[in-house]
């Protein structure tokens, strides 16, 4: 290939389709059998988290050394997509323990944090993203959690909301303030032990979608830590969860865009009917005396959609990509996350209405990427907050 | 005993999901933009061979592919599961398996293993030939279409699967053996390994300098579709299943 001619986004490399053919059979092969029973059960399959350590999904991107992948960003978007195409919940416990998490202690650990903490977090222990509180969603940063010095540690009280795999996780990643006073400047990161005194998980929220992946209230009642599970300085949490975020949030999309299957397999439940399936299948899938794709109105509405989730792949990996070399990419990622969440609610709800009365119930797939597509547009950041951003950064340029 | 050095086959094919189509001129099966991965039997082989090795019952486990330059990525994976080096001989041609077999012939007088593994056939063109040819060329013992394998003492304990259940055999070494569908589940590599894989050394060698006559001695006369199956029917009792395969399929 010529210098001046450079891979698409969404050209694969060697290693990336080796990847995706590895993750595709696992989620075929582990993933799919559990799905429909995780959702009902409302509950992670207590062997699910095992084998994904066991694969390496956990530590995509963390060193060798440490026991990961040593992988790139646009890597763990592709494990996260291709897992999200069997199961959103199972996706998101790898989305975020990998594109938060295990960055931000790569990032921001010091050596003997990374030896401690990355070690566990690449080959065993889960964690959580703790930052949400009831009254600091879209406005993170006036959480009220604090954290007081008391001679060589901290005491941490205050209560996180809707923090992903809180029943399951081992360690968490905490943000609380030193200061109130301080605002912004006053927040600290912490990285703790999640079974240790003072630290109570609430019970698991009843959701509509993504009902396998626990999310909980966590409590910390004067929870001591030493001054070693501060990560960064003290007052740098802002710019540690905002970085953190900003990146988090393409993996994000790689989850929710592709919640229910990709472009071609949509299409090939669209057309299946005509050609397999049960016999109610076949009755619906066949209309006025032909097979319904054969009406140009669905064929057309079927085409537009695989254009808009084409376009959504484009986003997300074009600002993964630009992550992953070092350019900027927030505005990029902000834009990607807003588009494909979107998108990804309404592919799912177009499905539903392709398969008519049967796509209404929970015998086929598509009722349930339907409910689980909806959390796209909430988690790290809702539409609004993303617009905001944009806005924010056109604001800049144009300034 | 523990097995010097364990040669494992591994043929590149269409991918299983892959629906077939055939070339409109009847000549072969359309490959250009089709997923090709690593035939199932021969992954059943890889992960048999590393089994082997990490329960120190091998201690070199070598794959080979013999095909173009995109057969890597066949190795690659073999790597990936655990196989420490490779050996990729590189041929533009397809093969028949009397002239993989003498191929594999050639690697072997090199490389000197006590076992080789093979799957028990490749699902393209289903010949189930390659192993048992190259037994015999070699003029080592051969347990085909193994369930379970076993090294006991300083010989290869077999259980084949054969029409009338199964059948177990003690053979010495060098032995070539087949494996079939029950001997194993295969692993998936993990990331680390597959990233691990990329440092493990491939050794090409193209076919020419084996020095091998690998001449073909079929000619393909027509490759075709299987026939598209017809939508069956359902009947209402006993009578009427009898009455229809009397009169309409006459049959009975
Ligand atoms: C299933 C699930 C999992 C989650 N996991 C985690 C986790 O692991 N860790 C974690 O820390 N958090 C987590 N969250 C929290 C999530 O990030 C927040 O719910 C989200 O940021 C929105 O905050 P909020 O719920 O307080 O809503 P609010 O911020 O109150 O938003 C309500 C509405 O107001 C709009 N709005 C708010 N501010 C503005 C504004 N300035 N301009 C225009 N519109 C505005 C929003 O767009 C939204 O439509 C999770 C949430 C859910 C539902």
Redesign the interface.
């Known amino acids: 290939m010529s210098e001046s001619v450079r891979p698409a986004a969404t050209e694969w490399s ?2 990336e ?3 995706r ?2 993750v595709k ?2 989620a075929a092969k582990e993933v799919a059998p559990l799905v429909s029973k995780m959702d009902k059960e409302g509950k992670m399959d207590g062997s699910m988290l095992k084998q994904l350590f ?4 956990m ?2 991107e963390v060193e ?1 050394k440490y ?5 790139s960003f646009t890597q763990t978007c592709i ?1 996260v997509e291709e897992l999200s195409k069997v199961d959103a919940s199972v996706s998101l416990v790898v989305d975020i323990h990998n594109t938060l998490n295990n960055r931000v202690v790569e990032r921001w650990g010091t050596d003997s944090q990374k030896s401690k903490w990355l070690s566990q977090m690449a080959t065993t222990s889960l964690s959580s993203f703790c930052l949400s509180e009831a009254s600091s969603g879209s406005d993170a940063f006036a959480l009220k959690t604090t954290a007081k010095q008391q001679g060589d540690h901290y005491v941490l009280n205050g209560s996180k909301m809707w923090i992903s795999n809180a029943a399951e996780a081992d360690v968490f990643i905490l943000f609380a303030t030193v200061d109130e006073s301080l605002r912004h400047k006053g927040i600290t990161a912490f990285i703790l032990d999640a079974k240790q005194p003072g630290v109570h998980v609430g019970k698991k929220e009843d959701k509509l979608g993504i009902r396998a992946s626990s999310t909980c209230e966590v409590r910390f009642d004067d929870v001591k830590v030493a001054k070693d599970a501060v990560l960064g300085s003290p007052g740098e949490g802002y710019r540690i969860a905002i970085q953190a975020l900003n990146e988090g949030r393409i993996g994000a999309e790689a989850g929710m865009f592709l919640s229910m299957r990709d472009s071609q397999l949509l299409c090939s439940s669209f057309f299946s009917f005509s050609d397999q399936a049960s016999d109610s299948l076949c009755l619906h899938g066949e209309q006025f005396g032909k097979p319904i794709s054969e009406f140009q109105g669905l064929q057309f509405q079927v085409a537009e959609v695989c254009a808009e989730l084409e376009a959504a792949k484009v986003l997300v990996y074009n600002a993964a990509r630009l992550k992953d070399s070092g350019a900027p990419f927030v505005k990029e990622a902000a834009i990607a996350k807003l588009i494909s969440s979107k998108t990804s609610e309404k592919v799912a709800s177009k499905c539903v209405e392709w398969m008519g009365g049967v796509g209404f119930t929970t015998d086929y797939a598509v009722e349930k990427y339907f409910r689980d597509s909806k959390i796209g547009q909430i988690y790290e950041g809702t539409t609004n907050i993303h617009l905001q951003t944009i806005w924010k950064l056109i604001e800049k340029e144009y300034a | 005993m523990s097995l010097s050095r364990v040669l494992v086959g591994v043929k590149r094919v269409v991918d299983y999901a892959v629906k077939i189509r055939v070339k409109p001129d009847g000549s072969g099966v359309d490959k250009t933009n089709v997923k090709m991965s690593m035939n199932p039997f021969c992954e059943i082989a890889v992960e048999e061979s590393v089994r082997l090795k990490e329960r120190g019952l091998a201690q070199e486990v070598v794959a080979m592919t013999i095909g173009p330059s995109q057969n890597m990525d066949t190795i690659r994976t073999a790597l990936a599961m655990g196989a420490d080096r490779g050996i990729h001989v590189v041929c533009d041609q397809d093969l028949e398996p009397l002239a993989v077999s003498k191929v594999f012939q050639a690697v072997v007088q090199k490389e000197t293993p006590q076992a080789v593994i093979l799957g028990k056939q490749a699902i393209d063109d289903d010949c189930n030939q390659t192993g048992q040819m190259l037994a015999g060329l070699l003029d080592w013992p051969q347990g085909t279409f193994l369930s379970k394998l076993e090294v006991e003492n300083d010989a290869l304990k077999v259980t084949r699967e054969v029409d009338g259940g199964l059948e177990t055999l003690n053979l010495s070494i060098p032995a070539v053996l087949t494996c079939d569908l029950r001997l194993n589940e295969p692993r998936y590599a993990s990331l680390p390994n597959i990233m691990k894989a990329k440092r493990k050394p491939v050794e090409s060698i193209p076919v020419a300098d084996l020095g091998v006559d690998i001449k073909s001695h079929l000619d393909v006369l027509r490759i075709e579709e299987t026939p598209k199956r017809q939508g069956g029917g359902k009947v209402e009792s006993v009578a009427e299943l009898v009455d229809k395969l009397k009169n309409e399929a006459g049959v009975i």
Do not use: S
Not at chain 1, 67 to 71: A, D, I, Q, S
């Open positions: 060697d290693d389709v080796m990847l053919d590895m059979r696992f066991e694969a390496g999904f530590g995509v060798d026991g990961g992948g040593e992988m494990v």
